[in-house]
């Protein structure tokens, strides 16, 4: 068995959320001797190599003062550094398992895949086995390695909740991991999801602005900070594409990519997500009380196990190539089943002449 060599961070920054990036940043002392960025950032940054450190020069991870530098750059004194890397993870035997995965396309450098529901992207506390990464290992061999062990979170660069549902990239070897990781920092990917809302938005288009970070009450979920106190800075677009009265179905953009983003901000607009176990969507938030209603719900509850959230297109530059690629996913069976219920519970009230 493999075994990932894992930095102590807390427990609940490694089991979800998408924001996979590591930003170094350092001021270079005054009386600092003039020598190679490689060999500073060796020194500076633990539990990395020479290797990864080039690659990520050669892909523009690195900067000085705010510009590209290649690794023979000589550090100078008052020189601001920033780096980016891919986060390492915790230490797991990574055990290799014959999950079937829905490959969309893959190559030598990079694999993409549609995730289902109720699936948990790593293995982490309580999630040994089953996971996508469990998959992986046994799907490929190669997959990116520092110092002949596994390479962090095995090729990932972005991620999806454990049933969120849809298009993720996986890379095949470092060059690519820093690559893609760069994109994702740079937010020069396109990411949209559809996510199915509870109420009526009030807009046909709209932008959410708002720090998010954990929730001072409950560290396991996230929560938006408007007066930017606490958190990180996040932004969502949102679209609306289908109106059922008491739902509504949204296609959100992500400019950023914060743990639990879309579900947090929704919340916060008074929209959470249906069937959002964690963020309140798992309960009738719009509605009657009645008993048909009720059951009406349940029935469409019981089609999915989680909320009603699906990354269905990713675009992104080929870390080799250059060419831009676009990747788009249909729905999920049940996610399109309760659709079909609230298309025929919202005409059943205008054939009644019912408002809702």
Known sequence: MEQLQLESWEEEDFNSGEELFEHHKFFVDKGQEMVRIDKFLMDKIANTSRNKIQIAAKNGNILVNKKEVKSNYKVKPSDEISVVFPYPVREIELIPQDIPLEIVFEDEHLIVINKPSNMVVHPGYGNYKGTLVNALVYHFDNLPVRNNEFYGRPGLVHRLDKHTTGIMVVAKTEFALTHLAKQFYDRTTDRRY????WGNIE???GTIIGNIGRSLKNRKLMTVFPDGDFGKHAVTHYTVLQRFGLVTLVECKLETGRTHQIR??????????????EYGGDQIVRGTNNTKYKQFIDNCFQLIPGQALHAKTLGFNHPMTGERLFFDSELPKGYQDILTKWVNYTSNFYENNFTF
Not at 194 to 197: G, K, R, T
């Open 194 to 197: 559809q996510a199915l809302v």
């Open 203 to 205: 807009h046909d288009t």
């Open 264 to 277: 947090a901000h929704m919340r916060y607009l008074g929209h959470p997500l249906f069937n959002d176990i």
